[in-house]
T-cell receptor, first 113, second 114 residues
Framework: DAGVIQSPRHEVTEMGQEVTLRCKPI?????LFWYRQTMMRGLELLIY????????DSGMPEDRFSAKMPNASFSTLKIQPSEPRDSAVYFCASSLKKISGYTFGSGTRLTVV | GDSVTQMEGPVTLSEEAFLTINCTYTATGYPSLFWYVQYPGEGLQLLLKATKADDKGSNKGFEATYRKETTSFHLEKGSVQVSDSAVYFCALSGSPGTASKLTFGTGTRLQVTL
């Protein structure tokens, strides 16, 4: 089992550019979560999916953020346009069922300059 | 709503010292409780969990007991090693109406020195 795979590991982009983060969950997991981690705010849940359907996106900070899960093996988090305050580590996690605990990916460190 | 409160860090210990990281929670119903560990440059890894009152989760020498009467889930280890240096997160899930969402504490950084 390769675990949750995120790409890229690091992304540096200029303010105003579009950024797309990618995630491949563990095969068979039916929940997928996107988190953002910063020193100031800690871990924030942005959005989560169940069986590819977005269930709760109340944590998405602004309309500049969007997430999709076109199939069970792939999800994207897009920021358009990006701003310096979006700089953070973005984690994807997947879970088989409600209380089994998540498996996290290694994260994407995003720097917007 | 659900919340998790962890002791502030960093916690600095000498190798072989006893570790306690306090965690208390607020939740409706009967949540499941978790400890995650994050090593530098990595994602969070599940360390241990407990799903009902009085359960004890354990892994790699770490233990935590689900105490409903004190709404606590303190993490303990009898003898820490330098390799245990990391950030530790307490979390809960499973309260009615919250579906699968995990609510995390702010994390406690542990530094173990020789």
């Amino acid at each position: 089992d390769a675990g949750v795979i995120q790409s890229p590991r690091h992304e540096v982009t200029e303010m105003g550019q579009e950024v797309t983060l990618r995630c491949k969950p563990i095969s068979g997991h039916d929940y997928l979560f996107w988190y953002r981690q910063t020193m100031m705010r800690g871990l924030e849940l942005l959005i989560y999916f169940n069986n590819n359907v977005p269930i709760d996106d109340s944590g998405m900070p602004e309309d500049r953020f969007s997430a999709k899960m076109p199939n069970a093996s792939f999800s994207t988090l897009k920021i358009q346009p990006s701003e310096p305050r979006d700089s953070a580590v973005y984690f994807c996690a997947s879970s088989l069922k409600k209380i089994s605990g998540y498996t996290f990916g290694s994260g994407t460190r995003l720097t917007v300059v | 709503g659900d919340s998790v409160t962890q002791m502030e860090g960093p916690v600095t210990l000498s190798e072989e010292a006893f570790l306690t990281i306090n965690c208390t929670y607020t939740a409706t119903g009967y949540p499941s409780l978790f400890w995650y560990v994050q090593y530098p440059g990595e994602g969070l890894q599940l360390l241990l969990k407990a799903t009902k009152a009085d359960d004890k989760g354990s892994n790699k020498g770490f233990e935590a007991t689900y105490r409903k009467e004190t709404t606590s889930f303190h993490l303990e280890k009898g003898s820490v090693q330098v390799s245990d240096s990391a950030v530790y997160f307490c979390a809960l899930s499973g309260s009615p109406g919250t579906a699968s969402k995990l609510t995390f504490g702010t994390g406690t950084r542990l530094q173990v020195t020789l």
